[in-house]
């Protein structure tokens, strides 16, 4: 059984940083590729950072230079480093893995950046 558990969510002021991350069970986390999205209140879940399984990164253009997705595979953990964080950032952050076609997803973490 797969599961995603997403940590490290919380408040944080315009300008600040967090880390998040994603403990995986249930798959060869070596094998594949793992994704973080999120959702911002009244709008659609969006892809923010990817990381194949050979540690290739893609990043939304919103996020660019300001986010680093990374995985160490030991441990089965993805992580979303966030820097430079802006109010529009605020949303509920998702872990996202895909097996033979099925979407598989964390529970969310909250992330509000507000002074």
């Known amino acids: 059984q797969v599961q995603l558990v997403e940590s490290g969510g919380g408040l944080v002021q315009p300008g600040g940083s967090l880390r998040l991350s994603c403990a995986a069970s249930g798959i060869i986390f070596s094998d594949v590729n793992m994704n973080w999205y999120r959702q911002a209140p009244g709008k659609q879940r969006e892809l923010v950072a990817t990381i194949t399984s050979n540690s290739n990164t893609n990043y939304a253009d919103s996020v660019k230079g300001r986010f680093t997705i990374s995985r160490v595979n030991a441990e089965r953990v993805v992580y979303l480093q966030m820097n430079s964080l802006k109010p529009e950032d605020t949303a509920v952050y998702y872990c996202?893995?895909?097996?033979?076609?099925?979407?598989?997803w964390g529970q969310g973490t909250q992330v509000t950046v507000s002074s």
């Open positions: 996202n893995t895909v097996l033979r076609y099925l979407y598989y």
